[in-house]
């Protein structure tokens, strides 16, 4: 589903650099979310976003920050990378419908902190 | 606060034999659960949910409120059954949580 994309797919950085990662979608969905995926441990939400101006720590969400720039855009930043924020990473979308809960993911980011 | 237990994290069936994919959930209000899958090399998508009873590619998944689980069922695993299986829990806010994932391998 070409209508969530993630930038970059895949990224190696260096402990201590910042790094964002970029998520838009043209579902016109509402709500948005990042999510980390490590062996073992599953999916757990960093932060999601109900609007432009609603934005909300999920489970994971220190060494995180957000930015909600337009309805089909969320970034997921990483201020100072750490080696074990090497993961996974999926942004995900959603409408606003209170009684549709799935979510529509992209195809993730592979990030590695050296 | 809600917490959803995937207890395999490898499940290796033949091809052709049952498959039962276990999720047990722990939550104090009335769950909506689901179950989504990765496909190697594919995003994450959902698989079916709890509420609509339906049966996607032959897998089909009973609420049990008594025993507070929701397995994934199929009566006859192919190869292409071969992904990463998570369920999930909407506890009514918006948000998922999800097991830690069973990797399902469907041997030839």
């Known amino acids: 589903d070409a209508d969530v994309t993630q930038t970059p797919r895949n990224r190696i950085t260096k402990t201590g650099k910042r790094i964002m990662l970029e998520c838009s979608q043209t579902?016109?969905?509402?709500?948005m979310y990042w999510y980390r995926q490590d062996p073992g441990l599953g999916l757990r939400l960093i932060y999601y976003?109900?609007?432009?101006?609603?934005?909300n720590k999920g489970e994971i969400s220190d060494g995180y920050s957000v930015s909600r720039q337009a309805q089909a855009k969320f970034s997921l930043s990483l201020e100072s990378a750490i080696p074990n924020q090497t993961a996974l990473y999926f942004c995900?979308?959603?409408?606003?419908?209170?009684?549709?809960?799935?979510?529509?993911f992209g195809p993730g980011t592979r990030l590695t902190v050296t | 606060a809600q917490r959803v237990t995937q207890p395999e994290k490898l499940l290796s069936v033949f091809k052709g034999a049952p498959v039962e994919l276990k999720c047990n959930y722990s939550y104090s209000g009335s769950p909506e659960l689901f179950w989504y899958v990765q496909y190697s090399r594919q995003r994450l998508q959902l698989l079916l949910r709890h509420i609509s009873r339906e049966s996607i590619k032959g897998f089909t998944a009973d609420l049990n409120k008594g025993e507070t689980s929701f397995h994934l069922k199929k009566p006859f695993a192919q190869e292409e059954d071969s992904a990463m299986y998570y369920c999930?829990?909407?506890?009514?806010?918006?948000?998922?949580?999800f097991g830690k994932g069973t990797k399902l391998s469907v041997i030839p």
């Open positions: 579902k016109g969905h509402d709500r």
């Open positions: 999930a829990l909407a506890p009514g806010s918006y948000q998922l949580t």
């Open positions: 995900a979308t959603a409408t606003g419908d209170p009684s549709a809960y799935e979510q529509y």
């Open positions: 976003s109900f609007d432009v101006k609603d934005i």
